[in-house]
C-alpha cells in the first residue's frame, strides 16, 4: 500500500502555531504535538522528533493556500496556454487576469506561508546538529538525522525560490526567529538569495539519501534537479527594480551549474519516462507513486474529506462534470484554443491533456462545441478528469491527488535547452534529451494508438444525423459525430472529437438512429510516425531551437504550474500574451480573453508586495515596479 506523507493543521490555543499529524494511507498516526514546541529544549532529543519537526517543514506545501492551489493555478495564470474563468472580484480571478493590488488577501497568505516553512527549516537546520544523536548514535540514527537536515535545507532553499520567483528581491533570513528578534527585515537582492539557495541546495544533495523514496520525501537527485531549475531562473530574465527586464551578466555562470546538475543525476540512471504519457496522470490521480517519473511532488490527504491538507488538483483544473456518476467540479481553470491547435493530429497529448468536453450525470462525455458557436472558450484541463479518479466520498470536494512539481521530461528539457545555450545551438545532447520527450508524445514506445474514421457507405434514408457508438479495440474515450448529411439524405462529414487512446486493435463504430439504413463507417489506428517526422533535425540555429523549446515545454508540461513563470525568464510573457489576443480575435472578434488588454510590460512579471506586510515593515522601503 502506498505511504504518503501528511500533516492536518489544528489551531492551538494561542490561534497561531499547527499541530502536526503525519499520517499514511495505512491510517497510521503520531502524536499530536504543537509546532511551537519543536523549539524548546524538550525537543530534538530523539529520531523521531527530529522527523516530526522536519515533516512540519513539508506540511506548509500540503495546503490549498500553497500547492494544493494558489501556486501551480491561481498563481500560473492568465497565460499562451491558458486562462481563469470569467470576471469577478474574487482573488483567484483578480491575480490571473493581471488586476490584483498589493491588498488582495491571496498574496499575504502565500507570502506568509513560505515564510513560516523557511522559519520552521531554520529551527531544524539549527536543532538537528546540537543533538547528541547526531554525532554519537549509531550509524543507523546518524544517517536519518543526516537525512532530516538534508530535506529541511533543500526545503527552506525551495521556499526561498519561489518567494524569489513570485515577487522578485524580499526579505530573508537563515535563522530561526526567537522572542525578541527584529522580524521585519529589508528586501534583499535576489542573486544574494540565489547564493544561498545553491549553498543549501548542495549541501542537502550531499545529506539526502541517493535512493529513489517511496513516498514523496525528497531524495539526492531531487535536491540536483531542482538546484538545475533554480538555476535557469536565477540566470534567467526578471523584472528589476529599474523597471526593466533583465538577466545577470553571469547568466551562463548559472547554465553551467545547472549542466552540472543534470549530469549528475543523468550519471546515476534513477529516473525514466513511462511510456504511455496519459498513464503518468492516471497514476497520479489513482495516487499511484511513479519515483522514477516524479521527480519531486507535494503530498495531499486528509481522511475526513475537508479543506485541510486537501488539494483542488482534479476540481479546479478538470472538464467541468455534473454531479452523479462522478462528483462535480468547479472548473474554472481553462485553456484557449490555439493551444490546442498547435498540437499535431498525432501527438497523444493533444486529446488527452485538453478537454473539449463536458461530463454529464450519467458520467458521459459531451462534445458541445459541435453545435455551440462559443464552447471552445470552455475547453478545460482534462490531465486529471475526474473519470481517472478513485471516486472516493471524500474526495468529492477536496481531492487527495498530489502535485507533482517535477517530471523527469521537466529535467530532460531543461538539459536540452542548457545544451543549446552553453553550445551556440542544439548539440546531441541537446537533441536526445527533447527526442526522448518527443518520442513518448506520439506514443513510438507503448502499443496503444488513437483512430481515424472513414465513411465508407454513406447509407441512405437519413433524415437527422444519426449516434456513433464505438466499442472495443482495447482503447477508450474515442468520439465522433456525424455533422452534415448530402442532399439525398446520405450521410456526409464526420467530425472526430477525440481520436481516443490506447488502441490496440480496430473498434467497430455502430450506427443508430436518424431515420435512415445501411450506413457504414470503418475504424482504423492511427499509424505511429517514423522518427523523421517527430525528431527536431539537426542544424538548427541557436534561436530556432530555443523557440522549440518553448514550445515543447507549452505541451507536454501544460496546466502543471510552471508556464507563466518560464515566459517570464525568457522574457516572452507579454510577446506570447500579444501572440496569443492575435490568435482568438482571428476565431471571432468576442473570445473572451481579457489579459490582453489588461497585462502590463514591465510591471505583471512580479507580484506586488502585500500590503499587510508593508504596513507593518518599514524595512521594506519599496513596492514592486508598477504597484
Known sequence: MKTKIFSIKAIVALGLTCLLLPLSSCEDQLEVTPYSYFTSANFFSNVDEANMATLGVYEIMSSLETYGWYVPQVFDLDTDIGQVSGLSNDDWRTIPHYLALSQTPFFYTLWSKYYAGIDRANVVIEKIPQMDLYTNGTQTEKDQLKAYLGEAKFLRGFYASELVRL???????????????????????????????????????????????????????????????????????????????????????????????????????????????????????????????????????????????????????????ANGVYASTGTRYL???????????????????????????????????????????????????????????????????????????????????????????????????????????????????????????????????????????????????????????????????????????????????????????????????ATSQIYVPTGLSQNAFLDLIIDERAKELCFEGMRRSDLIRWNKLGTKIAETSTKVLAIRSNYFYPSATNFIPNQHELYPFPQNETDVNKNITRQNPGY
Open 335 to 529: 485553456t484557449v484554443r490555439p493551444f490546442y491547435e498547435s498540437f499535431q493530429n498525432n501527438d497523444q497529448r493533444k486529446d488527452f491533456a485538453v478537454a473539449r468536453y463536458t461530463i454529464n450525470a450519467a458520467g458521459a462525455r459531451v462534445y458541445g462545441y459541435v453545435t455551440s458557436v462559443r464552447q471552445d472558450e470552455q475547453w478545460a484541463v482534462g490531465k486529471w478528469s475526474r473519470e481517472y479518479q478513485t471516486g472516493k466520498t471524500e474526495e468529492r470536494q477536496y481531492t487527495h491527488i498530489n502535485y507533482v512539481v517535477m517530471r523527469y521530461s521537466d529535467l530532460l528539457l531543461l538539459r536540452a535547452e542548457v545544451e543549446n545555450e552553453l553550445n551556440g545551438g542544439p548539440n546531441a545532447i541537446a537533441l536526445e534529451a527533447i527526442n526522448q520527450v518527443r518520442r513518448r508524445a506520439y506514443g513510438l514506445d507503448n502499443t496503444g494508438s488513437g483512430i481515424a474514421l472513414t465513411i465508407t457507405n454513406a447509407g441512405t434514408g437519413y433524415t437527422t444525423n444519426p449516434t456513433l457508438t464505438i466499442t472495443g479495440g482495447g482503447g477508450d474515450y474515442a468520439n465522433a459525430v456525424i455533422t452534415a448529411r448530402n442532399t439525398d439524405n446520405s450521410l456526409k462529414t464526420i467530425v472526430i472529437n477525440n481520436v481516443g487512446q490506447g488502441y490496440t486493435s480496430v473498434p467497430t463504430v455502430s450506427i443508430t438512429g436518424g431515420g435512415g439504413a445501411n450506413a457504414v463507417i470503418t475504424a482504423s489506428l492511427i499509424p505511429k510516425p
Open 167 to 321: 515577487w522578485g528581491d524580499v526579505p530573508f533570513k537563515t535563522k530561526s526567529s526567537q522572542a525578541g528578534d527584529n522580524l521585519r527585515g529589508g528586501l534583499v537582492n535576489r542573486q544574494e538569495i540565489y547564493s544561498q539557495i545553491v549553498k543549501d541546495m548542495k549541501e542537502a544533495s550531499e545529506l539526502l539519501p541517493a535512493t529513489l523514496s517511496l513516498n514523496e520525501r525528497v531524495n539526492k537527485w531531487t535536491a540536483k534537479s531542482m538546484l538545475a531549475r533554480i538555476a535557469l531562473f536565477a540566470g534567467g530574465y526578471s523584472l528589476q527594480p529599474n523597471k526593466q527586464m533583465e538577466r545577470p551578466s553571469n547568466y551562463k555562470d548559472y547554465y553551467i551549474l545547472a549542466q552540472q546538475q543534470i549530469n549528475d543525476v543523468m550519471a546515476a540512471n534513477v529516473y525514466k519516462l513511462n511510456n504511455n504519457y496519459a498513464q503518468v496522470f492516471k497514476n497520479q490521480c489513482k495516487h499511484i507513486l511513479e519515483p522514477t517519473e516524479n521527480i519531486f511532488e507535494v503530498a495531499f490527504f486528509n481522511p475526513s474529506g475537508f479543506r485541510e491538507n486537501g488539494s483542488w488538483v482534479g476540481h479546479w483544473n478538470a472538464p467541468t462534470t
